[in-house]
């Protein structure tokens, strides 16, 4: 009897087969154990084949964090369908894209969601179909019949995840069985999960900090435990009561822990592991967080293309006071992963401390972006990933993480490309030139920043120009304040100079993200 499931499409018939009884799901008072859950998972199933949908088609899920997301995906990954779950912060036109390029047919959505629905409809032709999450949802799966639909292929998408374009407009990295199944495995061996563990999923199901999170705890056995909101208070309470083992956080959240006054006087007797990522972790905070939580920590480096994490931090490193340099780096390779370093410009090797970009190698990749062409494709010819980070490998092997070469600003724990804000600027009438970088923030890592010119005979108002950003953006993505310039500093090409416009606000810093 092998000891782990042999596919992500297999995670819940094997567990429930091992431990029908025991829970597999908790989402506020409400739990299943692994047996109930593989029924709903199969009525997912049953009720997408009885709605028509076929292999490769796609449905759409917009809603906070809620265990029905997670069922769709995985009943997906036995339809051959593919969940596309849809970032939730983003604005209704953001959405409206995200849906349309899907080329959803279902579109599951939270009340609060509908909304927004309403106002986009005519702008999703594909979806023939609106399900509510909630008692709606629960009646969509009771009046289906259960059932375990078609044989998995191992490159088949079952999930699709938006990450920002450099053209502007997000782009769907289509996950598979294979790149999955690879993930979940490493991940649960790094991290030491396994059937007696509880991992809280409190990071957006949009995001591979959410999913990819969840799917390895699961595929490890273990029980989760799903958070809806970033509540601190609150998520102190649950990680306590819940017993939880091990949680994933992005750097903020916990900033926002510590500033709840009993935090350190609360029982973390259950907690085993605290994994963080997807922003780098300011070293006053990591130090902070590792005096009030006595358990291991571990950092980890990835990306959406990627599944979710390729290389780790481990907990020896976190409290090894003579290697204490070692606090800023991504750690090394996890099991699968390869790693190199290479001059952007040749595709050589780079040195030992020389930086580079970062390219990956692993069973673990994205099989390209959903309906893209070729050319805007982040993986090469030889299955190399080109992550588009600066970093440089040090003599041990260890990663460090000391730039970007692309534009991206990650600001708690969001990826976000400048593109996109500078579309929205861009159209506004009292703009004839924009530039958006991203400037150090105490709170979030970092935050949007833009830097404009004024149209001929226009002025700009700052808190107009905000407002209009705010009415095409999501939240995170507006810019905090505006710089009016004469002109922007510009190659002698015509490329604006960002790395100018950034030096005056990251100088002084040992990392310009």
Not at 23 to 33: E, I, K, L, Y
Not at 454 to 459: D, K, L, Q, R
Request: charged content about 20%; aromatic content about 8%; some cysteine.
């Amino acid at each position: 009897m092998p000891d782990s499931p042999s596919d992500i499409a297999d995670i819940v018939e094997f567990w429930a087969g091992q431990r029908p009884d025991g829970v597999a799901v908790r989402f506020g008072d409400q739990a299943w154990t692994w047996a109930q859950w593989q029924d709903r998972i199969a009525r997912n199933v049953g009720a997408q084949l009885a709605a028509g949908l076929e292999p490769g088609d796609r449905v759409a899920f917009l809603d906070k964090n809620h265990p029905a997301c997670l069922e769709t995906t995985l009943a997906c990954a036995l339809v051959g369908t593919a969940n596309a779950v849809v970032n939730f912060r983003l604005a209704a036109d953001e959405i409206a894209f995200v849906v349309d390029d899907a080329q959803a047919t279902v579109l599951f959505a939270g009340p609060e969601f509908l909304p927004i629905v309403e106002k986009i409809r005519d702008r999703i032709p594909t979806v023939r179909q609106v399900i509510e999450i909630g008692e709606p949802y629960e009646r969509w799966l009771q009046q289906a019949q259960p059932a375990r639909a078609r044989p998995y292929l191992r490159d088949d998408c079952f999930l699709q995840l938006y990450t920002s374009g450099t053209t502007g407009f997000p782009k769907g990295a289509m996950l598979t069985h294979r790149g999955m199944t690879a993930h979940s495995e490493a991940v649960g061996a790094d991290s030491e999960l396994g059937p007696d563990c509880v991992g809280m999923v409190a990071m957006p199901l949009f995001h591979v900090g959410g999913t990819s999170w969840a799917l390895a705890a699961l595929f490890a056995g273990a029980e989760i435990v799903v958070v809806r909101d970033i509540v601190p208070n609150l998520l102190l309470d649950e990680l306590v009561s819940a017993r939880i083992t091990h949680s994933f956080f992005v750097p903020a959240v916990f900033a926002f822990m510590l500033q709840v006054p009993d935090v350190a006087q609360r029982d973390w007797s259950a907690l085993r592991l605290l994994v963080y990522g997807a922003s780098p972790m300011p070293l006053p905070l990591l130090r902070n967080s590792l005096k009030v939580f006595p358990c291991g920590f571990r950092q980890v480096y990835g990306m959406t293309e990627a599944g979710g994490v390729v290389t780790s931090l481990g907990p020896e490193e976190h409290r090894d006071p003579a290697r204490e340099h070692l606090l800023t780096s991504a750690g090394k390779p996890i099991p699968g992963v390869e790693a190199k370093v290479v001059d952007p410009v040749t595709g050589e090797p780079a040195g030992v401390g020389e930086v580079g970009e970062v390219l990956v190698h692993t069973e673990q990749l994205m099989s390209g972006y959903w309906r893209r062409d070729a050319d805007q494709q982040s993986v090469d010819a030889d299955g190399w990933l080109h992550s588009g980070d600066a970093g440089y490998l040090d003599a041990e092997g260890y990663l460090f993480i000391s730039d970007r070469i692309k534009d991206m600003i990650i600001s708690g724990g969001e990826n976000i490309y400048p593109a996109e804000i500078e579309r929205v600027l861009a159209e506004h009438p009292a703009i004839a030139d924009v530039a958006v970088i991203g400037v150090p923030d105490d709170k979030w890592g970092e935050v949007p920043y833009a830097i404009v010119v004024a149209a001929p005979g226009a002025e700009v108002d700052e808190e107009k120009l905000l407002a209009h950003c705010r009415e095409h953006l999501a939240a995170f993505k507006c810019p905090k304040s505006v710089q009016v310039l004469t002109e922007l500093p510009r190659n002698p090409t015509g490329k604006i100079l960002k790395r100018k416009l950034r030096e005056p606000f990251w100088a002084g810093r040992d990392r310009a993200v």
